[in-house]
């Protein structure tokens, strides 16, 4: 029932909002693979094939959520094949089966709570991984050698587009999958060949996505000027990066302890005790505790919280269920790398690691819903088990569906108050709140005043590459310029002249002032027309266009 209230809400959402900032970054990327020559993830490789053959809005977080759902189901198949005849007959009933699916999609749904489903890193590097790690655990199953090798084949094809999207996580979670080869119980030649295998179809996959997509050349020049632009925002040295992350989780995990002190402790008390007493105190202790500290909101504001309970309810859920884990190397060893899986997807990121997992939840209900049928030595165990894995799954489903009825990531307005049809270029229809639509009306009208032909190039100063959508033009190289010094950096490499044909947007200051310019504007606005402005409702951000006269 969780599953499908969830994929009920997603569909629902797909045509609701109109962000200008991180989505219309990932939207222009589909949109216009071929324009953009400074990268550091090649995610438009995979995203520019997926616009063509969508072509709208709607369609194409569609197809990101067709992605996250189908690569989540083979997920958890893949783990209940990989863990049947073992302590977790789960495997082996069509019913449990389905119940470890759903929650694998209500986990892998919850990217759905922070912004909306289009293709982009994040959500390929997610469904990537498990893609990867569903057909993996699908070949240990199987004896037949050849099925084996393309099977293992497919998981460096899927890894590549892991890689590709996200570098760091591809690399992360390759690691990861090795582990589990290394320790699945096959002749050391077998788990040789099969990590070759794996290997081959990485170098495949990526050599095939890249020569598609442009050439060797391009995009190694490519990558290493884009590096030099996101120096020029993320400063962090990977050591340091790294550091972080430990020091983070640690103080965040503590946190989320603390604020389950009670529930933690009534679940200890049990296990050192087995006196129901106890569960029955954990089971009310831990309803309690998610409705009071409002845990079962979803938003932007929530993030904290949204982990706190998933990362409480999954450790809990794994102290319960040790005495199954333990019973076998197999088991054991699935487990301890579906509650890591999450983690190589973040991997990278510039955010704390332990809210980033946000987006990657999928393994975590595999895991518990395995766990909550396997062969306890108790009932109560049993239904401590089933109680937490509920808990989880309705804990994620709920944070879900409220998330589109408050605190929306970049809206003025939730997604429930987003239902005013407006046309937004390629986008197609999109539903809006009143003062977005007024945003789009009045950046249609700027355009019409200047004359802005179809694909002009775009200037977008900064951070706004949502305007680029609107006004139906193309980026200079790419639609993420956040300060001059990378906007200097796109125009020391543009083509000359390029500016004599361009729109520039401007995002003010919040005094009414330009933002700082690039050096190849210091005699701006001379040559340029004023269009018009707009006001995007968030953060009451006023954007200025200008066309230049020669365009």
């Given at each position: 029932m969780s599953a499908l209230l969830v994929i009920s809400f997603c569909l629902w959402s797909l045509d609701r909002g109109l962000e200008i900032t991180d989505e219309a970054y990932y939207l222009l990327l589909g949109m216009h693979p071929d324009a953009v020559k400074l990268y550091i993830s090649a995610q438009q490789w995979v995203t520019g094939p997926l616009w063509q053959v969508t072509g709208s809005l709607m369609s194409f977080r569609a197809a990101g959520m067709v992605l996250l759902m189908a690569s989540a189901a083979l997920l958890a198949i893949g783990a209940t094949s990989a863990l049947r005849q073992t302590p977790l007959p789960s495997a082996d009933d069509l019913g449990g089966r389905s119940r470890v699916?759903?929650?694998?999609?209500?986990?892998?749904?919850?990217?759905?709570?922070?912004?909306?489903?289009?293709?982009?890193?994040?959500?390929l590097a997610s469904a990537g991984a498990y893609a990867a790690a569903g057909l993996l655990l699908l070949s240990l199953r199987t004896d037949d050698r050849w099925r084996r090798t393309g099977l293992l084949l497919l998981v460096g094809i899927a890894l590549a587009v892991e890689f590709v999207s996200k570098p760091s996580s591809g690399v992360a979670t390759l690691c990861l999958l090795a582990f589990w080869l290394l320790v699945a119980g096959q002749s050391l030649p077998r788990k040789m060949i099969g990590l070759a295998s794996v290997l081959a179809g990485f170098a495949c996959g990526a050599f095939a996505l890249a020569v598609t997509q442009t050439t060797i050349a391009d995009a190694r020049l490519a990558l290493s000027q884009g590096m030099e632009l996101f120096r020029m925002v993320q400063v962090e040295p990977v050591g340091a990066r790294l550091t972080r992350y430990l020091v983070e989780f640690c103080r965040h995990s503590i946190d989320a302890v603390e604020a389950f002190t009670v529930v933690v402790l009534a679940v200890s008390l049990y296990l050192l005790t087995r006196r129901l007493i106890f569960a029955g105190l954990a089971i009310l202790s831990l309803l309690y505790t998610l409705v009071s500290g409002r845990y079962l909101l979803g938003g932007v504001d929530q993030y904290v919280l949204q982990m706190q309970a998933a990362f409480v309810l999954f450790l809990l859920g794994l102290l319960v269920a040790l005495p199954v884990c333990k019973a076998d190397r197999r088991t054991g060893a699935i487990v301890a790398g579906l509650a890591l899986l999450p983690y190589t997807v973040a991997v990278g990121t510039g955010n704390a690691i332990f809210t980033q997992v946000i987006v990657s939840l999928a393994p975590w209900g595999v895991a518990l819903a395995l766990l909550a049928a396997g062969d306890f030595p108790r009932k109560a165990d049993k239904v401590l088990a089933m109680t937490l894995c509920a808990a989880f799954v309705a804990t994620v489903a709920a944070q879900i569906i409220s998330s589109g009825f408050r605190a929306p990531y970049h809206l003025q307005a939730p997604l429930i108050a987003q239902s005013q049809a407006v046309t937004v270029g390629e986008l197609g229809s999109v539903r809006v709140d009143p003062e977005t639509?007024?945003?789009?009306?009045?950046?249609?009208?700027?355009?019409?005043?200047?004359?802005?032909?179809?694909?002009?190039?775009?200037?977008?100063?900064?951070?706004?590459?949502?305007?680029?959508?609107?006004?139906?033009?193309?980026?200079?190289?790419?639609?993420?310029?956040?300060?001059?010094?990378?906007?200097?950096?796109?125009?020391?490499?543009?083509?000359?002249?390029?500016?004599?044909?361009?729109?520039?947007?401007?995002?003010?200051?919040?005094?009414?002032?330009?933002?700082?310019?690039?050096?190849?504007?210091?005699?701006?606005?001379?040559?340029?027309?004023?269009?018009?402005e707009a006001t995007y409702p968030f953060g009451s951000q006023r954007i200025q266009i200008w066309s230049s006269r020669a365009s």
């Open positions: 699916i759903a929650a694998s999609l209500v986990g892998a749904l919850l990217y759905a709570a922070t912004i909306n489903l289009s293709p982009c890193y994040n959500l639509a007024n945003f789009v009306s009045k950046l249609q009208l700027a355009a019409g005043t200047c004359g802005i032909v179809s694909g002009a190039p775009f200037l977008g100063l900064y951070n706004i590459p949502g305007v680029a959508l609107v006004l139906e033009t193309v980026p200079l190289s790419t639609p993420w310029l956040n300060n001059v010094a990378q906007a200097d950096a796109v125009l020391t490499r543009a083509p000359p002249g390029i500016l004599g044909s361009s729109v520039v947007a401007l995002l003010l200051n919040a005094d009414g002032s330009r933002p700082e310019l690039p050096a190849a504007l210091e005699s701006f606005p001379a040559g340029f027309e004023y269009c018009g």
